[in-house]
C-alpha cells in the first residue's frame, strides 16, 4: 500500500495496501458539492449501470479503451476549484462528506459544556472548528507553549526527546514511527521506524532540476510560516532548512525500493539502533514518544531503511541548533496551520495545495470540519454512518459476490501454468485462509479517555492526537486482535492487509458505479467485482506474494518459481514504464507494480467470476452489448476521471497507482478476451501480439 506522510491524528501502519490512491484519501478535505449539471453523474446511468452516452464511439475500442469507453464523458467533467481531479471516487466522497456533515449538523442541535458521550464530544470538536470568528481572534496564540518548547531546546537530547513528542503535539517527529504487527510474527505487536522529516512529498523535489521552481517555491512558503509564528531570522533560516532537508533527502530510499518488504524489515535491539544510526539519541526519541528502552526491545524495532535512518541520523546531528530549532518551529506551523487563523490556512493551502497540485481554490470550511472532525473520532461517525446509509442487503449480495471472486481464484490457481505444484499448493492454501471484511468491523472504538473542550480548536485536535498514540501505545505487549480495521465505514476504498492475509470492503464504496444491488450482473462485476479481484490479487503481487497464509513474512517460493514471477513482473513494468501521464511524464513501473499486478489480476478475476455465474453462462446482450464486453465497460467506467497536470505530475512521483488511463488500457490488453470481445486486431495501438501479452495470475 502507498503510504503516505500520516496526518496529525492518525497513524501509519505497516502492511495496508489500498485499492485507491491512498493520497487521495488524506486529500478528503479539499472535497466538494456535487458535480455540475455537464458532468455525467449517477442519474445519466442506464438502469443497467453503465452511461452509454459518455462514450466517444469515434474512437476503436483496440485503439484507446478509456476514450471509446470513458472519453465523451471524461471531456464533459470539470474538476471543482477546489480539487485537484474529479470522477467516480470523488462523487463518492462528496456523498460521504456530506452525509458525515449532516451526521454532525443534527448532533450539534444539543450541545454540550461539559462533552462526555461520543456524540457530545463530535459535535463540540465540530462546532469549535466551525467558530472562525473565535479562530481568527486567537492568530498564532495556540502556538505559544509549542514554540515555547522549542526555544527550550539545549541539548541533542532535548531535541530528541521533543521529536518523540511529536507523536502526541503538532511537533514534527523527524522519523516516522509506528506500532503495528510484526510482519514475521503477526500474532504480536513490533515498534517500526522509518525515514521521514521532508516537508515536500518525495526526495525527487530536491535533487531533481524538474522541481526546481517547487523547491523555490517551498523555501517561500518557509519564510511566510517562520514570520506568521513570529520566529527570527525567517529568510535565513528557511534557506538553511531547505538545505537540511536536501541533505536529508539525498540519503532516503526511493519509494520503489522501499516497496520490498524483505528489503524493509530489519529487526535491530536499541543498542543496536544507537550503533547503526549515530548522532541521534533515540532512547530520548523513544521516551518522547512514550516508549522505554524496555518496551522498545520487548517489542522489537523494525528498522525500514537502515542507510537512509543512519544518514539523517549523522545529518541532524550535525546540524546547528538554531537550523533544527528553526526546522521545528516551521514544521509545527505547518503541521497546526488547520487549526489555526486565516493566515496560517492560507499559507499552507496556497504552497501544498496550489502550487505543488495545482488546486485553484481553498475548500469552503465545512468541508475542512467534516474531515478532521472525521480525523479525530472517525470511528463513532462511522457507526452513526452504517445505521444511516449501510442497507443489510448490501453486505449480503457483496458477500456472495466476494465468494464468487474467491471461486474463481482458485480455478486460476490450479490452471496455473509456470508455477510447481509445491508452490501452487502453498497459494491455494494462502487463497483458502483469505479473511474477507465488508461495511464495517466486528467490534468499535469507543473515545472515552479523549477529553473534548467547547472553544478549544487547537487542543482538541492535539488531544485527538495524543489519543489515538496513546491507543496504539496501549498494544504493545498485548495480542493483536485481528478484527481492528484501517479503514473507517465512510471511506470511499478498499485494502488488502497481507499480515492478516484479509481484505477488506468499507460501506461506503459498495455503491454505484462500483456496487448496484439493482444493476446488471456483467457490470457490477467489471466494478466491484474488479475491485475485490484486484484486492485479492494484492495477496499475490510483488509485495503480498511474499506473506504467507498467516500473514508471516516468509518464503514459500521455490527459487525457480520467483525466478519466472520476476522476470513476468519486469515485462508488465516495461509497459507502464512507457506510458506518458503527460508529455515527457512517464509512470513508473517498478512503483507501480502491485497496484498494476492487482488491476490485471482483479480485471481477469471479474470476467472468469461472471462467466461462471448464471447471467455470465446466459450471455444475454443488453443495448447490443455481450456480458463480457459489459464487464470490460463497467472497470472502465470505475476510472472516468480528470486530474490536473500539476497533480498529475505529483503523483507520477509519489504514487503507486497508475493514471487512470493506464488501468484502464494496459491491463486490458493482456487479457486475450478482451481482443475476442471488441474484435481488436494488428495495427491499432493497443494490440499486443499474444507471446507479449502478460499473464501473471
Given at each position: 500500500m502507498l503510504f503516505h506522510k500520516p496526518g496529525h491524528a492518525t497513524l501509519r501502519r505497516a502492511g495496508r495496501r489500498g485499492f485507491m490512491l491512498a493520497t487521495c484519501l488524506a486529500m478528503s478535505a479539499m472535497a466538494v458539492p456535487a458535480a455540475p449539471a455537464q458532468t455525467t453523474g449517477a442519474a445519466a446511468i442506464r438502469p443497467w449501470g453503465f452511461d452509454l452516452n459518455g462514450r466517444n464511439t469515434s474512437v476503436r475500442p483496440g485503439d484507446n479503451f478509456f476514450d471509446y469507453a470513458d472519453g465523451k464523458a471524461v471531456r464533459a467533467l470539470v474538476i471543482p476549484a477546489d480539487r485537484t481531479s474529479f470522477g467516480a471516487f470523488d462523487r463518492l466522497r462528496e456523498l460521504s462528506q456530506q452525509r458525515v456533515r449532516d451526521i454532525l449538523t443534527s448532533l450539534a442541535k444539543t450541545p454540550s459544556a461539559s462533552p462526555l458521550s461520543s456524540d457530545e464530544k463530535l459535535a463540540a470538536f465540530y462546532t469549535t472548528f466551525m467558530d472562525e470568528t473565535a479562530i481568527e481572534k486567537l492568530g498564532a496564540a495556540p502556538l505559544s507553549a509549542d514554540l515555547a518548547a522549542i526555544r527550550a531546546v539545549k541539548t541533542p537530547a532535548d531535541f530528541a526527546r521533543l521529536l518523540g513528542t511529536g507523536q502526541t503535539t503538532f511537533q514534527t517527529s523527524g522519523f516516522s514511527l509506528g506500532i503495528m504487527p510484526d510482519a514475521k510474527d503477526p500474532t504480536r505487536f513490533a515498534v517500526y521506524v522509518d525515514q521521514d522529516g521532508l516537508g515536500m512529498p518525495d526526495r525527487d523535489y530536491y535533487l531533481k532540476p524538474e522541481f526546481a521552481a517547487k523547491k523555490q517555491a517551498y523555501q517561500a512558503y518557509i519564510v511566510k510560516m517562520l514570520g506568521l509564528a513570529g520566529w527570527p531570522d525567517a529568510v535565513a533560516r528557511a534557506g538553511d532548512i531547505v538545505a537540511l532537508e536536501t541533505s536529508i533527502a539525498g540519503v532516503h530510499w526511493a519509494r520503489a525500493d522501499m516497496r520490498d518488504p524483505d528489503k524493509t524489515y530489519n529487526a535491530r535491539s536499541l543498542t543496536e539502533l544507537t550503533a547503526l544510526a549515530q548522532g541521534f539519541d533515540w532512547t530520548s526519541w523513544l521516551s518522547g514518544a512514550g516508549i522505554s528502552p524496555q518496551q522498545a526491545d520487548a517489542a522489537k524495532l523494525i528498522v525500514g531503511e537502515p542507510s537512509a535512518i543512519a544518514g539523517?541520523?549523522?545529518?541532524?546531528?550535525?546540524?546547528?541548533?538554531?537550523?533544527?530549532?528553526?526546522?521545528?518551529?516551521?514544521?509545527?506551523?505547518?503541521?497546526?496551520?488547520?487549526?489555526?487563523?486565516?493566515?496560517?490556512?492560507?499559507?499552507?493551502?496556497?504552497?501544498?495545495?496550489?502550487?505543488?497540485?495545482?488546486?485553484?481554490?481553498?475548500?469552503?470550511?465545512?468541508?475542512?470540519?467534516?474531515?478532521?472532525?472525521?480525523?479525530?473520532?472517525?470511528?463513532?461517525?462511522?457507526?452513526?454512518?452504517?445505521?444511516?446509509?449501510?442497507?443489510?442487503?448490501?453486505?449480503?449480495?457483496?458477500?456472495?459476490?466476494?465468494?464468487?471472486?474467491?471461486?474463481?481464484?482458485?480455478?486460476?490457481?490450479?490452471?496455473?501454468?509456470?508455477?510447481?505444484?509445491?508452490?501452487?499448493?502453498?497459494?491455494?492454501?494462502?487463497?483458502?485462509?483469505?479473511?474477507?471484511?465488508?461495511?464495517?468491523?466486528?467490534?468499535?472504538?469507543?473515545?472515552?479517555?479523549?477529553?473534548?473542550?467547547?472553544?478549544?480548536?487547537?487542543?482538541?485536535?492535539?488531544?485527538?492526537?495524543?489519543?489515538?498514540?496513546?491507543?496504539?501505545?496501549?498494544?504493545?505487549?498485548?495480542?493483536?486482535?485481528?478484527?481492528?480495521?484501517?479503514?473507517?465505514?465512510?471511506?470511499?476504498?478498499?485494502?488488502?492487509?497481507?499480515?492478516?492475509?484479509?481484505?477488506?470492503?468499507?460501506?461506503?464504496?459498495?455503491?454505484?458505479?462500483?456496487?448496484?444491488?439493482?444493476?446488471?450482473?456483467?457490470?457490477?462485476?467489471?466494478?466491484?467485482?474488479?475491485?475485490?479481484?484486484?484486492?485479492?490479487?494484492?495477496?499475490?503481487?510483488?509485495?503480498?506474494?511474499?506473506?504467507?497464509?498467516?500473514?508471516?513474512?516468509?518464503?514459500?517460493?521455490?527459487?525457480?518459481?520467483?525466478?519466472?514471477?520476476?522476470?513476468?513482473?519486469?515485462?508488465?513494468?516495461?509497459?507502464?514504464?512507457?506510458?506518458?501521464?503527460?508529455?515527457?511524464?512517464?509512470?513508473?513501473?517498478?512503483?507501480?507494480?502491485?497496484?498494476?499486478?492487482?488491476?490485471?489480476?482483479?480485471?481477469?478475476?471479474?470476467?472468469?467470476?461472471?462467466?461462471?455465474?448464471?447471467?455470465?453462462?446466459?450471455?444475454?446482450?443488453?443495448?447490443?452489448?455481450?456480458?463480457?464486453?459489459?464487464?470490460?465497460?463497467?472497470?472502465?467506467?470505475?476510472?472516468?476521471?480528470?486530474?490536473?497536470?500539476?497533480?498529475?505530475?505529483?503523483?507520477?512521483?509519489?504514487?503507486?497507482?497508475?493514471?487512470?488511463?493506464?488501468?484502464?488500457?494496459?491491463?486490458?490488453?493482456?487479457?486475450?478476451?478482451?481482443?475476442?470481445?471488441?474484435?481488436?486486431?494488428?495495427?491499432?495501438?493497443?494490440?499486443?501480439?499474444?507471446?507479449?501479452?502478460?499473464?501473471?495470475?
Open positions: 539523517q541520523a549523522k545529518i541532524l546531528g550535525a546540524a546547528k541548533l538554531p537550523v533544527l530549532q528553526a526546522w521545528l518551529a516551521f514544521h509545527l506551523a505547518g503541521n497546526a496551520a488547520t487549526y489555526l487563523s486565516s493566515p496560517f490556512v492560507n499559507a499552507s493551502y496556497e504552497f501544498n495545495r496550489k502550487t505543488l497540485a495545482g488546486q485553484p481554490q481553498l475548500a469552503v470550511r465545512w468541508k475542512r470540519g467534516a474531515d478532521v472532525t472525521e480525523s479525530a473520532m472517525g470511528w463513532a461517525i462511522g457507526k452513526i454512518y452504517v445505521d444511516r446509509y449501510f442497507p443489510p442487503e448490501s453486505k449480503a449480495k457483496m458477500e456472495a459476490l466476494t465468494k464468487q471472486l474467491k471461486a474463481a481464484f482458485r480455478i486460476r490457481l490450479q490452471n496455473n501454468s509456470w508455477m510447481a505444484p509445491a508452490t501452487k499448493q502453498h497459494a491455494l492454501t494462502k487463497l483458502d485462509n483469505f479473511e474477507i471484511q465488508i461495511g464495517y468491523p466486528k467490534k468499535w472504538r469507543d473515545y472515552d479517555g479523549l477529553t473534548i473542550r467547547p472553544g478549544d480548536a487547537y487542543g482538541n485536535a492535539a488531544r485527538a492526537g495524543a489519543f489515538e498514540w496513546a491507543y496504539w501505545l496501549s498494544h504493545l505487549g498485548k495480542p493483536v486482535d485481528r478484527d481492528e480495521w484501517d479503514m473507517t465505514p465512510q471511506t470511499v476504498n478498499a485494502y488488502n492487509n497481507p499480515v492478516f492475509n484479509e481484505v477488506v470492503f468499507p460501506a461506503s464504496i459498495l455503491q454505484p458505479p462500483f456496487f448496484d444491488p439493482n444493476a446488471d450482473t456483467a457490470i457490477n462485476f467489471g466494478a466491484i467485482g474488479g475491485v475485490i479481484g484486484h484486492e485479492m490479487t494484492h495477496g499475490f503481487d510483488d509485495e503480498g506474494r511474499k506473506f504467507d497464509e498467516h500473514g508471516r513474512l516468509s518464503d514459500w517460493w521455490t527459487k525457480e518459481d520467483a525466478a519466472r514471477f520476476e522476470k513476468l513482473g519486469e515485462r508488465f513494468a516495461a509497459q507502464y514504464d512507457a506510458f506518458q501521464v503527460l508529455p515527457g511524464v512517464h509512470l513508473n513501473g517498478k512503483l507501480t507494480m502491485g497496484e498494476n499486478i492487482a488491476d490485471l489480476g482483479g480485471l481477469t478475476l471479474a470476467l472468469d467470476a461472471y462467466r461462471l455465474s448464471p447471467d455470465g453462462k446466459s450471455s444475454a446482450a443488453r443495448d447490443g452489448l455481450t456480458g463480457d464486453q459489459r464487464v470490460f465497460l463497467g472497470w472502465a467506467q470505475v476510472w472516468r476521471m480528470k486530474v490536473r497536470d500539476d497533480r498529475a505530475r505529483q503523483l507520477a512521483t509519489i504514487d503507486p497507482h497508475s493514471a487512470p488511463m493506464a488501468r484502464v488500457n494496459l491491463p486490458m490488453h493482456n487479457i486475450d478476451a478482451w481482443y475476442k470481445a471488441w474484435n481488436v486486431q494488428p495495427g491499432q495501438a493497443l494490440y499486443l501480439a499474444p507471446d507479449a501479452r502478460v499473464k501473471i495470475w
